[in-house]
């Protein structure tokens, strides 16, 4: 297709770009104190582009601007979990304490732009635009991480966001430039072509090449050994992009490897048959699901040994990580049904968490344990809400991680008892989280009071994190709603 022709098919993304260019030249007449009214702007347009995506409904699967990128309903479902993250995110920006005495206008165009750029990454088809849109994404987070100028934590999580961010993406672009010496092109699919006329007679560079990929696609969903970054970054940014980097780069990033290896390493029924093999000879698939079983017991070993809740919950990221990647080396539908419908939940409960981590943030200063000692008695329903969401991250029934984590394993069982030991690994490092999260529990509901909270207003963020509960738990009931999006969902274009 064209790329005049494109245009029809990327309203969203121009919406987003219109708005960020609105935002931009706003900004300008506001002063430091009213600049928080850039936040309200930035909400008209990522409303205004949820609306548009979710009346257009899904597209058929089409190739845009010459085969760089796509439009179809796989993407289309990301793209609203990106929304959905953004919108709230910049909704309980407006309640952050460290943000209170900072000039926020760039904060929120930073934001707009991260969005626009996740937007390119879970629709790219091309090699080129893959490292563009994950250079967006990371540059304007490596900003955004070190926002609380004022902040010594705050600016170093943004020096090792950018070092480690620079370093994976150099192994990325070598693994790329490999990968287009191979075959000669930087279209997935004309990739593909080339990679089966090698008949395997590359095997060798092909699998350096996957490795060196994989190593910039996995420093973006926080895998294993990718993961350094995450701790540090998560505990001094802003509480608002923790709970954003925990979830959004997360779902585009899982995205972007479904779409990729599904498209250059895929077999012939990629997402046309249940179960969708590989052509390729390299071991791969076993090399996913070492990575996975790594990442998930990791992050819940480390995480174990944390006095911060905040600190705790960014490990947790990194084992949830892994939990999604255990689906992907199944090479089956069910597996990406699996990881779409777990991303969906995630964003419930992984959300929630760090919203009354906040909340206690906020009214304290600090996030760790002892500021959660007694919370069950001064304020009980925050301690309530944030039970369910530990239940809910441990996958315990009837909340909504439990559905999740049902397919996740489900996919991983039906594939075959060459995947027993993965599922097994998943189901230990399940028991380990337990310990962590229910210790959260303990400590609001079981250990003498010792926070400095007084009380609780329920209003703004506090509301939000009532939001995000119900669905927590009414998923965990009856999640077919969920559960048909994801089905009309698992259309990815194919040339």
């Known amino acids: 297709m064209t790329n005049l022709t494109s245009l029809n098919y990327l309203q969203p993304e121009l919406i ?11 900004d300008l007449f506001y002063s430091a104190k009213k600049s928080r009214r850039i936040g309200l702007w930035a909400l008209a347009g990522l409303v205004l582009a949820f609306i548009y995506i979710t009346v257009s409904g899904f597209n058929i699967p089409t190739a845009l601007f010459l085969g760089s990128i796509s439009s ?55 090699l080129i635009m893959v490292y563009l849109s994950i250079e967006v994404v990371s540059i304007m987070s490596f900003v955004l991480a070190g926002y609380l100028r004022g902040n010594r934590r705050s600016s170093e999580a943004s020096l090792k966001y950018v070092i ?17 010496g191979l075959t000669g092109s930087t279209n997935f699919f004309d990739i593909r072509t080339g990679l089966m006329e090698l008949q395997n007679g590359a095997d060798l560079a092909l699998m350096l090449s996957t490795v060196l990929i994989f190593a910039g696609l996995g420093y973006k969903i926080s895998a294993v ?15 608002s992009i923790t709970a954003f980097l925990s979830v959004a780069p997360k779902a585009a990033g899982m995205a972007l490897i479904i779409r990729f290896f599904n498209s250059i390493l895929g077999g012939e029924g990629v997402f046309t048959e249940l179960e969708w093999g590989t052509f390729s000879a390299i071991p791969w698939t076993q090399l996913l699901a070492v990575l996975a079983a790594v990442t998930m017991t990791v992050g819940n070993l480390i995480a174990l040994r944390q006095t911060s809740v905040k600190r705790m919950l960014a490990y947790s990221s990194i084992a949830h990580a892994g939990y999604m990647m255990m689906a992907l080396p199944v090479l089956s539908q069910q597996g990406v049904y699996g990881i779409m419908i777990y991303a969906v939940f995630y964003l419930l409960m992984n959300l929630g968490a760090f919203y009354v981590v906040m909340i206690i943030a906020n009214a304290t200063g600090q996030e760790d344990y002892d500021q959660f000692r007694g919370l069950g008695h001064k304020a009980p329903l925050l301690a309530i809400l944030m039970t369910l969401f530990m239940f809910s991250l441990t996958g315990i ?27 097994i690994i998943g189901a230990l490092n399940s028991v380990i989280s337990l310990y962590y999260y229910m210790y959260v529990v303990k400590t609001m509901f079981f250990t003498q009071e010792k926070t400095s909270i007084t009380q609780i207003e329920f209003k703004g963020i506090s509301i939000l994190v009532i939001v995000l509960a119900i669905p927590t738990l009414i998923f965990g009931i009856y999640w077919t709603p969920i559960a048909d999006i994801v089905h009309k969902s698992l259309a990815i274009f194919i040339r």
Do not use: C
């Open 16 to 26: 987003l770009t219109a708005t960020i260019l609105l935002m931009i030249v706003v």
């Open 72 to 126: 179809d309903p796989f993407g289309i479902f990301f793209k609203v979990l990106i929304l959905l993250a953004t919108i709230m995110t910049i909704l309980v920006s407006f309640s952050e304490r460290d943000l209170s005495n900072q000039r926020v206008g760039e904060y929120y165009i930073l934001l707009v732009i991260v969005t626009l750029g996740l937007f390119f990454m879970v629709s790219a088809t091309d």
């Open 164 to 180: 480690y961010g620079a370093f994976s993406s150099g192994i990325m672009l070598f693994g790329l430039s490999i990968l287009f």
């Open 225 to 239: 050994p990718f993961h350094y970054w995450t701790p540090d970054v998560y505990e001094g940014a802003p509480t």
């Open 397 to 423: 029934p009837p909340t909504a991680g439990f559905i999740g984590k049902f397919y996740l394993f489900a996919a991983v069982i039906k594939a075959g008892p060459s995947f027993y030991w993965l599922a």
